[in-house]
């Protein structure tokens, strides 16, 4: 696209719509983390879009599968046998982490036998926050994610942790840190 179209490319991470409830009653939609409130008070709850998710497999790959699904904050609805040895899985799973890796998982954890099908369920309150990335005290909008709070911590360290490979070094310390509101969680200096 830089080569034939002569245009400016920035990749991001993919992102979901979420809705967020105002103080006054007024529901907004944001597609980006960079549109979210600054300050928390000023909505009262965030929607995130839950997909509802049918796993076809092999019924030996049952177990792998709702580990898999429980660790992407998925709940289970119930399993169904089609034959002797195929299974049905039923799931309601945040549409945030169904974009991010799943299939991908998914096929690696069952050898490439499993295959996907999911449709839009609902949008559900949940404790989810920005979280920020700061380069040197400055915060960078591409890198900035809206996460659950319960994973910002371990979202944080693992970004901050491969920044910190991909900076290059500078005659100067460099800090690179993740940041829920005013609150630094991860730091690592290049």
């Known amino acids: 696209l830089e080569r034939e179209y002569n245009l400016d490319i920035l990749a991001t991470a993919p992102s979901v719509e979420y809705q967020l409830v105002m103080r006054d009653g ?73 974009i991010v890796d799943f299939y991908d998982k998914l096929k690696s954890t069952t050898r490439g036998y499993a295959s996907l099908d999911y449709h839009f369920d609902e949008y559900r309150p949940e404790d989810l926050v920005k979280l920020d990335i700061l380069v040197n005290g400055e915060p960078v909008d591409a890198l900035a994610m809206v996460v659950h709070r319960e994973h910002a911590y371990h979202k944080g360290q693992k ?13 100067f310390a460099v800090p690179i840190q993740a940041a829920v509101g005013k609150k630094v969680i991860s730091r690592a200096d290049v």
Do not use: H
Request: hydrophobic share 45%.
């Open 159 to 171: 970004l901050i942790s491969k920044l910190k490979d991909l900076i290059p070094r500078q005659l």
């Open 26 to 98: 007024v529901v907004k939609e944001i597609d980006s983390p960079a549109d979210m409130p600054d300050d928390p008070s000023s909505f009262s709850e965030i929607r995130e879009p839950w997909m509802k998710i049918q796993i076809f497999t092999p019924e030996e790959f049952i177990g792998a599968l709702m580990d898999m699904v429980i660790k992407k904050r998925g709940e289970y609805v119930n399993m169904e046998y089609l034959d002797k040895s195929r299974v049905m899985l039923t799931f309601k799973l945040p549409l945030a982490e169904l």
